[in-house]
């Protein structure tokens, strides 16, 4: 999975997520905490309403879903 929040630019996100689709994707930040600049280019991005719903939180369901816990 990659984070989207490290990506600097909406059209930039918009690509990558049109060309290799939401669940490759979550939010996540190096700064330590989600940062809203992320969560905003999700939210106004030009991608369907399924993989926005996939990137703001599916994706890690689906991986917590998977972790098997010792």
């Known amino acids: ?3 989207i ?5 909406f059209c930039e996100v918009d690509h ?11 939010i996540s930040s190096t700064a330590g905490c989600i940062s809203a600049g992320a969560l905003g280019m999700v939210y106004l991005g030009r991608f369907s309403q399924e993989d926005k719903e996939l990137i703001l939180g599916g994706n890690w ?9 010792a």
């Not at 929040?5 to 630019?9: N, W």
């Open 61 to 69: 369901q689906r991986l917590q879903e998977e972790i098997k816990w």
């Open 1 to 3: 999975l990659l984070g």
């Open 5 to 9: 929040g490290g990506i600097e630019s």
């Open 16 to 26: 990558l997520v049109n060309t290799f689709g939401g669940h490759r994707f979550v």
